[in-house]
C-alpha cells in the first residue's frame, strides 16, 4: 500500500512535460458525471487548444448501440487537485458527429442565451448554493444517523459543531480546499439544518462560468466521496417526513440592479419570473414536488411570492439590497439536482430577454 500511495502522489512535472487532462461530461441521466483521461504533450490553459474525443454513448444512455459514438467539445478547464501538478480537469459537452448538441447537453443552449448582446450587456452575477447529503454507502442512509433509525429532532445541526451535530466535516474541508486549488470560485461552506446535510456556495460567477464551476464543483465532490466510501446525494428530498430538503438558491444581479436605482430593475425582474413560475419550476429539477411543500423554508411549488428576508418565499430579496437600493435577489425554487446550465441561463432569458 505504501508503494501505490507514492506512485499516486507522484508529481509528473518532475519528470516529463506529459500533462494528464480528465475530460468531464454529464451521463444520459443528467446528474450523472463521467469522465476519462488522456495525455497531453505538455500543459494547456486554453480549451480551445484541447483536441474534441468521443466516448461510447450507448454506455451512458446518450446513443443507440448502432451509432453510439458522442463527440466531447472541451469547454472550461481546472487544475486537477487529485493528480497535480499542470495536470487538469476538463469541463465538456457532447454532441453528435454532426455537430449537433445531444439531448443532455443543457450547455450548448445556455451558451447562445449568455452570448447575446444584451444579456453580455448586463454582466448577470450568479451565486449558486449547492445543498448535499452525504450517506453510508450500504444502506443509502445519511452519516451520523442510526441504522434504519432518527437522531434527534432538527435545531442543532445547522452550522453545528461537534462529534453529535457535525457528520463529515473532514470530506467537506477536503471539498473546500480542493475547489480552491482547482481555481473554482469557491465562496464558502456550512452544515445545512438536517444531519448529514451540507452546502457550498459558488460565485460570484458571470454568465455560462457558473454552470462550469458547478459541474466541477460537484465532479470534485463525487471524487472525494469516492475515495472516503460515503455516497453524495442531491436529492431535493432524501429523507421523507419533518425534514429539510435540498435545495441549489440561486443568487442572481445583473449590472442594472447593481447600479443606483437597482431596487426597482429587481422588482420588475422578480414580477417577470412570477409571470412565467410554472415553465421555470418545471426546469429547477426533479422531484422538486417533494420538497416545495410550502413548509421547511420553501414556498409551495403553485403559490408564486417573494419578500424581504423571507425564507419561505420564492425570491427572497436580503435587508442589505431594500437598504441600499441595490444588489441582487435569490431564486429559492432550484433543487438540488437542478442543471445549474438551465437555471442560471433561464434566469437571464426571463429577466433580459422576453418581453411579456
Given at each position: ?96 458527429p454532426a455537430g ?198 420553501t414556498a409551495d ?56
Amino acid at each position: 500500500m505504501a508503494l501505490l500511495s507514492d506512485l499516486v502522489n507522484l508529481n509528473l512535472s518532475d519528470s516529463t512535460e506529459k500533462i494528464i487532462a480528465e475530460y468531464i461530461w454529464i451521463g444520459g441521466s443528467g446528474m450523472d458525471l463521467r469522465s476519462k483521461a488522456r495525455t497531453l504533450e505538455g500543459p494547456v490553459d486554453d480549451p480551445s487548444k484541447l483536441p474534441k474525443w468521443n466516448y461510447d454513448g450507448s454506455s451512458t444512455g446518450q446513443a443507440p448501440g448502432e451509432d453510439s459514438e458522442v463527440i466531447l467539445y472541451p469547454q472550461a478547464i481546472f487544475k486537477d487537485p487529485f493528480r497535480r501538478g499542470n495536470n487538469i480537469l476538463v469541463i465538456c459537452d457532447a454532441y453528435t458527429p454532426a455537430g449537433e448538441a445531444i439531448s443532455t447537453n443543457k450547455r450548448s443552449a445556455a451558451a447562445k442565451i449568455f452570448s447575446h448582446p444584451d444579456v453580455v450587456a448586463e454582466e448577470p452575477w450568479y451565486g449558486i448554493e449547492q445543498e448535499y447529503t452525504l450517506l453510508k454507502k450500504e444502506v443509502h442512509w445519511p452519516i451520523g444517523w442510526p441504522v434504519g433509525g432518527f437522531p434527534g429532532p432538527q435545531g442543532p445541526y445547522y452550522c453545528g459543531i461537534g462529534a453529535d451535530k457535525a457528520f463529515g466535516r473532514d470530506i467537506v474541508d477536503a471539498h473546500y480546499k480542493a475547489c480552491l486549488y482547482a481555481g473554482i470560485n469557491i465562496s464558502g461552506i456550512n452544515g445545512e439544518v438536517m444531519p448529514g446535510q451540507w452546502e457550498f456556495q459558488v460565485g460570484p460567477s458571470v454568465g455560462i462560468s457558473a454552470g462550469d464551476e458547478l459541474w466541477a464543483a460537484r465532479y470534485i465532490l463525487e471524487r472525494i466521496t469516492e475515495i472516503a466510501g460515503v455516497v453524495v446525494s442531491f436529492d431535493p428530498k432524501p429523507i421523507p417526513g419533518d425534514w429539510n430538503g435540498a435545495g441549489a438558491h440561486t443568487n442572481y444581479s445583473t449590472k442594472s440592479m447593481r447600479n443606483d436605482g437597482g431596487y426597482e430593475i429587481i422588482k420588475k425582474a422578480i414580477e417577470k419570473l412570477g409571470l412565467k413560475h410554472k415553465e421555470h419550476i418545471s426546469a429547477y429539477g426533479e422531484g422538486n414536488e417533494r420538497r416545495l411543500t410550502g413548509r421547511h423554508e420553501t414556498a409551495d411549488i403553485n403559490t408564486f411570492l417573494w419578500g424581504v428576508a423571507n425564507r419561505g418565499a420564492s425570491i427572497r430579496v436580503g435587508r442589505d439590497t431594500e437598504k441600499a437600493g441595490k444588489g441582487y435577489f435569490e431564486d429559492r425554487r432550484p433543487a438540488s439536482n437542478m442543471d445549474p446550465y438551465v437555471v442560471t441561463s433561464m434566469i437571464a432569458e426571463t429577466t433580459l430577454l422576453w418581453k411579456p
